[in-house]
């Protein structure tokens, strides 16, 4: 209980209770621990990992002060109608397949946003969330090793930042980000969206733990691939290429195809594909 505007009392509505009501799932995001304000979800979701959290464990924050990007970027998280959440998975995998758990959250975000927001909202390889062209979800996977187990991993982490009701970027963003309530024009309900992702990430993650790896969601993935069919460039460090994309492996590597009409197939960690005129 706070107190305000001529010492009458008021509550705040907090992230904890927008999420309320809106996780039906068996396992995905129960338990969910929620923070008003937090570093980075993924270092708090990591810090209960090691304390023996279980499979399913969820950390949510309405903001990060220091949010983590792929690449050793940092994150932007201003507190607001935004989402920042890290899910903690104990699969029991080889390690070489944990990355692939990367694309089945990116699907699962694709397929919650189209159904709570009816925005076509499709998948950059490997995993950016792109709508209209511009980034509304980046999703960062970190992974725990430990030799004493079966496969080897001890938790994997996977952090989903979603641009929800941003409304300004930074100047060097403004043309390659978005929030959905930009492009939808209407304010957007974070928590109806964490349950729906949740939800789709669930049963998409009993389909890849069937199959081992990605054969049951390949064909919906390159459905919802923005690349697909495009002209690419790949930033390989061993030197850039262009080819036109035609989608990704069972394994999730994108296929590219080069001018010489032969197929290259590209690791997800070593290179980045920019679409040849600009940011898809
Ligand atoms: C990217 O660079 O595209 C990945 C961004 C991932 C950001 C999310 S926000 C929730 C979770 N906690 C973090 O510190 N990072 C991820």
């Given at each position: 209980m706070e107190q305000g505007y001529s010492g009458r009392e008021w509550n705040k509505i907090t992230l904890q209770d927008e999420l309320t009501g809106h996780i039906h799932t068996e396992w995905a995001g129960q338990p969910v621990c929620v923070y008003e304000?937090?570093?980075?979800t993924n270092v708090a979701c990591a810090a209960l990992a090691q304390e023996g959290?279980?499979?399913g464990t969820l950390v949510a924050a309405n903001?990060?002060?220091a949010g983590r990007g792929r690449r050793g970027r940092s994150w932007e998280s201003p507190g607001g109608n935004q989402l920042y959440f890290s899910l903690l998975l104990r699969p029991d995998?080889?390690?070489?397949?944990?990355?692939m758990l990367t694309l089945v959250m990116a699907l699962a975000v694709a397929e919650a946003v189209r159904e709570t927001t009816g925005l076509p909202a499709e998948i950059k390889w490997p995993n950016d969330l792109v709508v209209q062209g511009k980034k509304v979800c980046g999703i960062l996977t970190e992974m725990r090793l430990d030799n004493t187990r079966k496969h080897g991993i001890d938790s994997v982490i996977v952090g989903v930042g979603v641009?929800?009701?941003?409304r300004d970027f930074a100047a060097e963003l403004a043309d390659k980000a978005t929030s959905l309530e930009q492009e939808c024009g209407t304010a957007q309900d974070r928590g109806v969206l964490l349950g729906a992702i949740l939800q789709a990430f669930e049963r998409l993650y009993a389909a890849f733990v069937a199959a081992g790896d990605l054969s049951a969601l390949q064909e919906q993935y390159n459905a919802y691939l923005?690349?697909?069919?495009r002209d690419v460039t790949v930033l390989d460090p061993q030197g850039t290429y262009n080819g036109i994309a035609e989608g990704i492996t069972t394994t999730g590597e994108l296929l590219v195809r080069l001018p010489d009409a032969s197929t290259r197939t590209v690791f997800a960690g070593e290179v980045s594909v920019r679409g040849i005129y600009g940011y898809v």
């Open positions: 304000t937090i570093d980075s959290a279980a499979h903001e990060q002060t995998l080889a390690p070489e397949k944990a990355p641009n929800v009701g941003a923005v690349n697909l069919g």
